[in-house]
């Protein structure tokens, strides 16, 4: 939960019922709208014309396999995402979305409010709590502002996808932090990056955990794993990265992707960022099945056009007989600095004995 909210708490959109979440659409007042003819254009508001209770939504979005593929590009090919066959013995038995796609959807909605094109996201925190089929999935987008904070001019939402042929039941949530670009990299209190940094440096070698092909998961036996593991991959972060995701948030054609330093590409590359993780995610994880819980990533600076490290570390592991669960660090680094870190649960159900 994000620490500091002012006029607008959580409970005021959001039901729940039997460990599902839903929207309460009555809460958003309409005179609060903020709207855009083009939902991939920002909308260039000031702090000042901002307030908590502001809100926009882009309605009945198709989760469709171009995502899918668009996505897989930039490294995650699991094959519960890609592959009918593989993803009918899955407890969810066919093909579903990468989590992560709703998220850059929801967070590409985010820049209709968001202050002009100098504001970088600084910290956001996701819940994932249901599937999304691909194909079958049709979502509503909404982003709610909960808290302004005109001294440090840093501003919060709420982003809620939401099922819409499915009652308004809430598939992604997100809290997301923005900040004025210059001070991107002034607020790490919460990441200890020394500590972080020593760690990725001191990690046994003897604990990592190769892919046979990377991006392609090793759907490794629950008993496999131990605290400590770590998987890494290194990927060269390239501008078809950007038009990959860019596509899958409707963008292409309205922005000029060329130019790395604009704001258009700068607001993309946490997402690229987000991408490479998942890749590592999606390889370093129990056969098939698993279920990405929960995120908190926090950027610290801003990625550039390049190589870069990912890396995942299992830094908590709870085995019980009906499933397992895991806690994930995870860091990416480029040009020897700390850009991003992040903290993840994943809860892989374990298959049932047929007696």
Request: net charge negative; hydrophobic share 40%.
């Amino acid at each position: 939960m994000v620490e500091k909210m002012t006029e607008i708490n959580l409970d005021d959109y959001i039901k729940t019922e039997k460990n599902l979440s839903f929207l309460k659409r009555k809460a958003l007042n309409e005179d609060d709208f903020i709207g855009s003819e083009d939902p991939g254009a920002p909308t260039l508001l000031r702090v000042d014309d901002i307030k908590p209770g502001n809100w926009t939504v882009i309605r009945g979005r198709h989760i469709k396999h171009n995502d899918v593929l668009l996505y897989a590009s930039c490294g995650d090919r699991n094959k519960a995402h890609l592959s009918a066959e593989f993803a009918a013995e899955s407890p969810f038995r066919e093909v579903i979305a990468h989590g992560m796609i709703a998220v850059f959807k929801q967070r590409l909605l985010g820049r209709r409010i968001m202050p002009g094109m100098n504001f970088a996201l600084a910290r956001q925190k996701k819940s994932f709590t249901a599937p999304v089929y691909v194909e079958t999935s049709v979502l509503d987008f909404y982003e709610i502002v909960v808290d302004v904070d005109h001294d440090k001019k840093t501003l919060t939402t709420i982003g809620l996808s939401v099922l819409s042929n499915d009652y308004d039941k809430i598939v992604v949530k997100t809290e997301s932090t923005y900040v004025p670009s210059a001070m991107f990299s002034l607020d790490k209190t919460q990441v200890p990056e020394a500590e972080i940094m020593a760690g990725v440096a001191n990690a046994d070698p003897a604990m990592e955990t190769t892919f046979v092909e990377p991006g392609m998961p090793n759907h490794f036996p629950p008993e496999y794993f131990k605290e400590g593991q770590w998987a890494r991959l290194t990927p060269n972060l390239r501008m078809n990265h950007l038009y990959a995701l860019a596509g899958i948030g409707h963008m292409t054609g309205t922005l000029h992707l060329a130019d790395e330093l604009s704001g258009n590409a700068e607001f993309l590359l946490s997402c690229v960022d987000d991408a490479f993780r998942s890749a590592v995610l999606g390889t370093l994880l129990p056969a098939m099945g698993s279920i990405y819980q929960s995120e908190e990533s926090w950027f610290l600076r801003p990625l550039k056009v390049g190589k870069l490290e990912s890396r995942i570390t299992i830094d908590s592991l709870r085995d019980s007989s009906r499933a397992v669960s895991l806690g994930l660090n995870a860091t990416t680094i480029q040009n020897a600095q700390l850009i991003s870190f992040s903290k993840t649960r994943i809860f892989f159900p374990k298959p049932v004995e047929k007696t």
